[in-house]
């Protein structure tokens, strides 16, 4: 899985290319949530960081609260 995804950043800026698609909304969800289980990688935290300073990423995470509990806007 490691390999696969440095391989597909390495293509593109998303997995699928040079747009985010479905896709990179689960995998980079899934990889900021379990960061710790991934190995060092400024390729993966740039990637992240990628799909989290998107407007809606950054709209989504002002809607969570500490606790992750979304509260109506």
């Known amino acids: 899985m490691i390999a696969r ?19 990179d909304f689960l995998i980079s969800s899934a990889m900021a949530f379990g960061r710790q ?3 060092a990688d400024q390729a ?8 989290r300073s998107r407007p ?4 989504a995470l002002a809607l969570d609260g500490h606790a992750g509990v979304q509260t109506p806007a």
């Open 5 to 23: 995804s440095r391989a597909a950043l390495g293509t593109g800026s998303y997995v699928m290319g040079e747009s985010f698609t479905g896709a």
């Open 56 to 59: 809606a990423a950054i709209r």
């Open 44 to 51: 993966f935290d740039a990637y992240i960081a990628r799909c």
């Open 37 to 39: 289980a991934f190995p």
